[in-house]
């Protein structure tokens, strides 16, 4: 069939609205059509050049929408159905799968990071030449084949839009809270970067019953959004040195610092923000080659850094969840979707988000 989609060729570059040719869905895949697909930073990454990324490209990983046909052997999902789309397809059988950890499955990280579906191949094309999948999803088109293992089936009264987000920013983030960190009720909570997916991070830890929340970003109007997200502080760090701004409103350092921007410096100024026996969690990914140095004595106080990749996500446990949490009025996605885009507008949207005047942007492609 014939879809509408935003096409990336190569950095610096604005994305091409374009008609593309989409195959249908084979065996063990599912044809999806796109309600809305959230723009996030990470797409912006490619664009700017900062992490290379197969090209042509559907861009686009934060996607909601309906079940509109199954290829042979697809069980858990069916026509009609409203899924929310996951960029880690997880196989379910290989070592990480079977330990409990999904996020990090090595045959759904392969299929993610090529850009295609589990058997190495994307279902876009144009003018027969492939045009691969950002996540093995590529949200920005009218519709998409993903890998059943991809989608995870919600309740038919959730708000596909809202649905969206739970995609990446809303399990990166608050998954980061509750499965990376497991933060502790009562505990005081830092976090650098209060974007579409920082947000997340202090809605997590406000969900967790954290002590004190500290939201650090440059722009007051993101700070802002924090304190309605859950933060009790705020630190703007373009006005003063935000590890010493830290320290001072939770004496010694936090118990956890979450990084949520993707840079040397912040990566480092968090771990600085921990206490003695803290934990930093690095959410965000600086760009290809950086390295983020650490003071080799803070070892001896037991501080521990981690990653956390898709907030340690088990996606069909964690997006129900989520969903429950929204529909149950605990958790905010209303108020993170500041402006919404035709697929027509995706490059106004990319401007935006650059210049950090939303909180998350989604596309409605149809
Ligand atoms: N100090 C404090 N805040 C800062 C600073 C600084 N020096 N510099 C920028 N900020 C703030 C900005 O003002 C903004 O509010 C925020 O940091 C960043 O937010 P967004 O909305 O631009 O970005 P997000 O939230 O959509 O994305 C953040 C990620 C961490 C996901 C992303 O950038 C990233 O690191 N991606 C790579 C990791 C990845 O691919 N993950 C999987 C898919 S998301
Ligand atoms: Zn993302
Ligand atoms: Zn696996």
Redesign the pocket.
Known sequence: MQVKAAVFYRPHESLAVQELELEGPRAGEVLVRIAACGV???D??FIDGL?PIASPSVLG?EAAGVVEAVGAGVASVQPGDHVVLS?IPSCGRCQYCVVGRPNLCTIGNRAMSRGTMLDGTPRFAREGRPVYQM?SIGGFASYTVVPEAGCVKIRGDMPLDRAALLG??VM?GVGAVINTARVQAGSDVAV????????NVVQGAALAGAGRIIA????AH?LELARQFGATHTVD?SRED?VEAVRRISPGGVDYAFE????P??VR?AFDMARRGGLTVV????PAGAEVSLPAGAFLTEKTITGS??GGARMPVDVPRLVELYMAGRLKLDELISRVYPLEGINDAFDA?RR?E???SIVTPL
């Not at 650098?192 to 947000?199: E, F, N, Y």
């Not at 949520?260 to 840079?263: E, L």
């Open positions: 996030c930073h990470s912006l990454h992490v990983h960029f996540g990446c920013g990166t650098v970067g209060c974007g579409g997916v920082g947000l650090i970003d440059v722009l993101k760090a935000p949520v921007i993707g840079r410096e912040t100024q959410v965000g990914v600086p990749a898709y988000l950090g939303v909180a998350r």
